[in-house]
């Protein structure tokens, strides 16, 4: 991954002047020792003083995810204004008590002092991430430290993220729409700009002496699955004229991501379907939006900063026939028919998690714009069945009345064979039927959902609430109905 944060991490520990300050700094001592990747601040911070100078460590040491550790009561004012004058994400977790004999002269109360810490963090509208449950052990810590990684490189991300957007939705695709002030309120930047400004800038790369060598990096990559080899000399040109324009337009940001109008007239006027140049473009860490779906393409770069690996966005798509359910996935998988549907995409999902993946044409294109003819300027998509494995489904929307939701669910795809074109998948996600219905339809969401790769619903919540979205769904288990679920 080029285009997301690399995280260093640090760690300043907190002391209250009238507990022992020698214990505090013992277990933070044992903390670094557990974890073995972390920078040590040795300032013990008491006062503001100590704030300042603490910070200013870390930030000269190239900290860019910190951790404040409570080793015992720890100071309300101090240890919460590093949060303010720290720059980037900030952790606070604190101490479990040793043993049962030190309780005398060795206690330290970090139990009772992360409440007044919260409490502070809240007066001054404060953002810091505290875990489930964040008091423990050295070596307890060390692995909440490792959680608070993926939720660092997300926040880290967005806030340095600048998505170039080309041309309008295509007709009928209201459904993603795009009320940008909510981009605004956590921090991204965006650019929206015509589609003859990316016609003109891949025009103008028409012979670009690198067009070569991409095609020969396609050609490696496809293997036998290079079936359409003579649309490569363009998709090599546009894949050339995306990355050109993200180094162009990244202004004061660090990180892009593109939402990209990709049809009816993209075909006609650029001569092929874009998909199997966003599957590479995913695969380097800049996902590409189909549709110009911006807040799809916003969920799909905060999946990649949280898995650390490429994503995909894919409709919601369609049912699993009951044939196919009842050969292939009842009594074999547990998983009711309702709990499957098929996630698909007319080819961007990157070869890498693809079972086999082929390049093609876009067969629903081909049929509106080349009926009877050989696929000419449909030509372009990376098809195949989707690798079964785990998968958590999710989305941030911005909504058209300007409010901010986002709904996660950690599923699987199935071993099963689909029978079908494009990038595509059988999905099951526990209580899908449900979930379909009471979020999805009930909160309007678009067809878009971001796909990665692992079960990393977790995170993903935890960035969510740190961008300060107030609702966010998640697939409820049957004892848990929905507000607008029908109890009888």
């Not at 007066?123 to 810590?141: C, D, H, Q, S, W």
């Not at 090599?236 to 995306?242: D, G, S, Y």
């Amino acid at each position: 991954m080029t285009n997301i944060p690399t995280i260093k991490l640090g760690i300043i520990s907190v002391s209250r002047d009238c507990f022992v300050i020698e214990l505090s700094e013992e277990r933070r001592k044992a903390i670094v020792a557990a974890h073995g990747d972390i920078y040590e601040c040795k300032t013990t911070v008491e006062n503001e003083k100590d704030m300042l100078k603490a910070v200013e460590d870390v930030k000269a040491a190239g900290v860019n995810a910190l951790v404040v550790f409570l080793g015992n009561f720890g100071p309300e004012t101090p240890e919460t204004l590093i949060a303010k004058h720290f720059p980037g994400p900030t952790m606070f977790v604190a101490a479990a008590e040793d043993a049962a004999d030190k309780l005398m002269g060795g206690r330290g109360d970090a139990y009772c002092g992360m409440l007044n810490c919260s409490y502070n963090l809240g007066l001054r509208n404060l953002k810091g991430y505290i875990p489930e449950f964040p008091v423990g052990t050295a070596k307890e810590i060390a692995g909440m430290i490792d959680e608070f990684v993926p939720i660092a490189r997300a926040i880290i991300g967005v806030s340095n993220l600048k998505i170039l957007s080309y041309g309008p939705r295509p007709q009928d695709f209201l459904a993603c729409n795009a009320p940008i002030k909510q981009l605004f309120n956590m921090g991204v930047e965006i650019q929206e700009n015509s589609e003859l400004d990316l016609l003109v800038a891949f025009n103008a790369r028409k012979d670009d002496p690198r067009i070569p060598g991409v095609i020969a990096d396609m050609e490696k990559e496809l293997g036998d699955g290079n079936k359409m080899p003579g649309i490569l000399p363009k998709l090599a040109q546009f894949e050339i004229t995306l990355l050109d324009l993200a180094e162009e337009n990244k202004g004061s940001c660090e990180y892009v991501a593109f939402a990209n109008k990709c049809w009816p007239a993209f075909q006609t006027e650029f001569g092929f379907v874009p998909c199997f140049v966003n599957s590479r473009m995913a695969a380097r860490g800049i996902p590409v939006s189909c549709e110009v779906d911006i807040y799809g393409v916003l969920s799909e770069y905060i999946g990649t900063c949280v898995s650390n690996t490429s994503v995909t966005l894919l409709d919601i798509n369609n049912s699993v026939p009951a044939d196919m359910y009842e050969k292939d996935i009842k009594g074999k998988f547990d998983y009711t028919h309702t709990d499957t549907f098929m996630g698909f995409h007319c080819g961007n999902t990157p070869m890498c998690h693809l079972s086999k993946g082929t390049l093609k044409y876009q067969l629903i294109m081909h049929r509106l714009i080349e009926p009877g003819k050989e696929p000419d300027v449909t030509r372009g998509t990376l098809e195949g069945d989707i690798k079964p494995g785990e998968i958590t489904f999710f989305r941030v929307q911005g909504s058209a009345e300007g409010g901010l939701t986002a709904y996660i669910a950690n599923g699987e795809v199935l071993p099963v064979p689909t029978q079908s074109f494009g990038g595509i998948g059988i999905f099951a996600i526990k209580e899908m039927g449900r979930f379909y219905r009471h979020v999805l339809i009930a909160d309007r969401y678009p067809h878009h959902g971001a796909v990665a790769f692992g079960h990393h619903g977790k995170a993903i919540f935890e960035v969510f609430k740190n961008l300060g979205v107030p609702k966010i769904s998640y697939n409820q288990p049957a004892c848990l109905p929905y507000p607008t679920e029908n109890p009888f």
